[in-house]
T-cell receptor, first 115, second 111 residues
Framework: NAGVTQTPKFQVLKTGQSMTLQCAQD?????MSWYRQDPGMGLRLIHY???????DQGEVPNGYNVSRSTTEDFPLRLLSAAPSQTSVYFC??????????????FGNGTRLTVT | QQQVKQSPQSLIVQKGGISIINCAYE??????FPWYQQFPGKGPALLIA?????SEKKEGRFTISFNKSAKQFSLHIMDSQPGDSATYFC??????????FGAGTTVTVRA
């Protein structure tokens, strides 16, 4: 099993450019989430999805869009990149929303730099 | 503002020693408290988790202590090994997929 796969691993953007961070999971998980990790701030939830066709905002959604057309894929779109979006982005998935024996599985991240 | 406060920011421990990381939360509706371990260049991975109906959970050298009345929980790493050198995050939530994370603690185990 590949688990949660994120592409690309690294990306440099100029201010104002747009791009899509890809996330795919092969575990048939219903729940998927996007987090950003910044020094001294831990991980913060950007958007999440509880199933295909259903998405909702997390703690820091501004400047990002998501969609969930299939169970497997959950892309994150930066509409107009800003230097404040320089961060490491993690996609995660879980089988259920409630059970503690269905933990959140994380990908290995995309390191994004906006100049 | 962060819903989960974590301390210390970093710690250094000798091989064989005990590492202790503390977390505090505000939202009394939280009922799931996991700890994640992260190595450089990797995503976080679940280490151990606890529900508020128990005060302690142990898995190998890792123990979570939970104090519901104080809204605090902590991770103890016994007999710390160099391979335990990593960043540790506490988290809390009502749903597994909507975790609120602490700021993280970098643990360095000196041989």
């Amino acid at each position: 099993n590949a688990g949660v796969t994120q592409t690309p691993k690294f990306q440099v953007l100029k201010t104002g450019q747009s791009m899509t961070l890809q996330c795919a999971q092969d575990m048939n998980h219903e729940y998927m989430s996007w987090y950003r990790q910044d020094p001294g701030m831990g991980l913060r939830l950007i958007h999440y999805s509880v199933g295909a066709g259903i998405t909702d905002q997390g703690e820091v959604p501004n400047g990002y869009n998501v969609s969930r057309s299939t169970t497997e894929d959950f892309p994150l779109r930066l509409l107009s990149a800003a230097p404040s979006q320089t961060s490491v982005y993690f996609c995660a998935s879980s089988y259920t929303g409630q059970e503690s024996n269905s933990p959140l599985h994380f990908g290995n991240g995309t390191r994004l730099t906006v100049t | 503002q962060q819903q989960v406060k974590q301390s210390p920011q970093s710690l250094i421990v000798q091989k064989g020693g005990i590492s202790i990381i503390n977390c505090a939360y505000e939202n009394t509706a939280f009922d799931y408290f996991p700890w994640y371990q992260q190595f450089p260049g990797k995503g976080p991975a679940l280490l151990i988790a606890i529900r508020p109906d128990v005060s302690e959970k142990k898995e190998g050298r890792f123990t979570i202590s939970f104090n519901k009345s104080a809204k605090q929980f902590s991770l103890h790493i016994m007999d710390s090994q160099p391979g335990d050198s990593a960043t540790y995050f506490c988290a809390a939530s009502m749903q597994v997929y909507k975790l609120s994370f602490g700021a993280g603690t970098t643990v360095t185990v000196r041989a």
